[in-house]
């Protein structure tokens, strides 16, 4: 029987998003020393889960349709969808009230992510804290405006794996 993880409150400061030792597929989000949230990827079952929620990654059904869902486990609605751009990095992350965000990859010499809301103002930076390719550490800001958004946790964790599956896919990308 596996033990459950115990998850802390997202919070105001500096957060670390990192491969959990040599596995490209579990990722685990920290604010200093407590784990936030955790994102494992398979090809069974994709999850991303903190203290609030644990949800399921899906690719909608559609053929040409890129989409990712983010469903709680324990419904069949979104609670988030993810529209990555076609040919660039970075994408669309649609909340289930109509609520959206911008994700946008480091120009050709940055290395900072940023994710901003439907009016153009910051949610966070996310530069890349590792050394040598591909990635494997960002860090991530979270201000008090940013905290207090409701569904903050899954907007972070979304993004998270956002950029994590935008570096799987492609490794040499500034991501």
Same mark, same amino acid.
């Given at each position: 029987?596996?033990?459950?993880?115990?998850?802390?409150?997202?919070?105001?400061?500096?957060?670390?998003?990192?491969?959990?030792?040599?596995?490209?597929?579990?990722?685990?989000?920290?604010?200093?020393?407590?784990?936030?949230?955790?994102?494992?990827?398979?090809? !069974?079952? @994709? /999850?991303?889960?903190?203290? $609030?929620?644990? *949800?399921?990654?899906?690719?909608?059904?559609?053929? %040409? +349709?890129? #989409?990712?869902?983010?469903?709680?486990?324990?419904?069949?609605?979104?609670?988030?969808?993810?529209?990555?751009?076609?040919?660039?990095?970075?994408?669309?992350?649609?909340?289930?009230?109509?609520?959206?965000?911008?994700?946008?990859?480091?120009?050709?010499?940055?290395?900072?992510?940023?994710?901003?809301?439907?009016?153009?103002? !910051?949610? @966070? /930076?996310?530069?890349?804290? $590792?050394?040598? *390719?591909?990635?494997?550490?960002?860090?991530?800001? %979270? +201000?008090? #405006?940013?905290?207090?958004?409701?569904?903050?946790?899954?907007?972070?964790?979304?993004?998270?794996?956002?950029?994590?599956?935008?570096?799987?896919?492609?490794?040499?990308?500034?991501?």
């Amino acid at each position: 029987m596996r033990t459950p993880i115990e998850f802390c409150e997202l919070a105001v400061g500096e957060l670390t998003l990192s491969s959990d030792g040599e596995s490209r597929d579990s990722w685990k989000l920290q604010h200093d020393e407590e784990l936030v949230g955790h994102i494992q990827r398979s090809p !069974e079952a @994709t /999850r991303v889960r903190g203290r $609030s929620g644990c *949800w399921r990654v899906e690719r909608a059904r559609h053929r %040409l +349709d890129r #989409r990712l869902l983010f469903r709680p486990v324990d419904t069949d609605e979104p609670m988030a969808s993810y529209y990555p751009r076609h040919l660039l990095p970075g994408g669309t992350l649609a909340l289930s009230d109509e609520h959206w965000f911008e994700l946008r990859p480091p120009g050709v010499f940055g290395k900072a992510w940023k994710l901003s809301d439907e009016e153009g103002r !910051e949610f @966070t /930076r996310i530069p890349i804290s $590792s050394q040598g *390719w591909p990635a494997r550490e960002w860090l991530l800001h %979270l +201000d008090e #405006r940013s905290a207090s958004e409701p569904a903050a946790l899954l907007v972070v964790l979304a993004t998270c794996y956002a950029i994590v599956a935008d570096q799987a896919q492609n490794p040499l990308s500034t991501g």
